[in-house]
């Protein structure tokens, strides 16, 4: 028994899309606060240690280690906290990218059909698919920046260790 043929209904198909548009912007607005609190922590721990290097003896050898090893970790975590804004403002590009393209169906549905465009020669097909491409090869730049993140954080726990392993072989 198959399903009788029929054409997909445009809004159906425009509304799903929006619906998918709209999940990732809140999981991207997620991901933006946790790291604007990500962001909020690192300024704070190295204001803090500013504070503590300042009323601290810069003479004391052992203070200074602990001092250069908490820089270097805010350091990193710094470092990683710009990566993974880099690719939060990277995907938000393809998001309004990708928002702006339904707008521009959505005003061609609400038109009167006598006044909507034929469709599409294989030219305009052809530069949508390119255009779609596209936006795929931006979603998956900002996958490449996320895995780049997780990089430097494996390179920077490896080390940590290491710099552990020299200093309690000291």
């Keep these: 028994m198959s399903e009788p043929d029929h054409e997909p209904d445009p809004e159906r198909e425009l ?13 991207s607005d997620r991901g933006q606060l946790l790291g604007d609190r990500d962001q909020g922590r690192i300024e704070q721990d190295q204001a803090r240690l500013d504070s503590e290097r300042q009323t601290e003896d810069p003479d004391h050898e052992s203070a200074a280690k602990a001092f250069d090893d ?8 710094q470092a990683n906290q710009d990566v993974n804004q880099q690719a939060i403002d990277h995907a938000q590009t393809g998001r309004d990218d990708q928002q702006e393209s339904i707008d521009d169906l959505q005003e061609i549905h609400d038109l009167p059909p006598a006044q909507q465009p034929k469709p599409a020669a294989g030219s305009k097909l052809e530069q949508d698919a390119r255009d779609r491409a596209a936006a795929a090869r931006e979603r998956a730049e900002a996958a490449l920046l996320r ?10 726990a490896e080390k940590r260790t290491r710099d552990q392993t020299k200093r309690e072989g000291e």
């Design 70 to 77: 908490r820089q270097g970790r805010l350091d990193r975590a």
């Design 15 to 27: 509304s799903k899309e929006q619906s998918v548009a709209d999940l990732e912007q809140v999981l």
């Design 147 to 156: 895995a780049q993140a997780s990089l430097l954080r494996a390179e920077a």
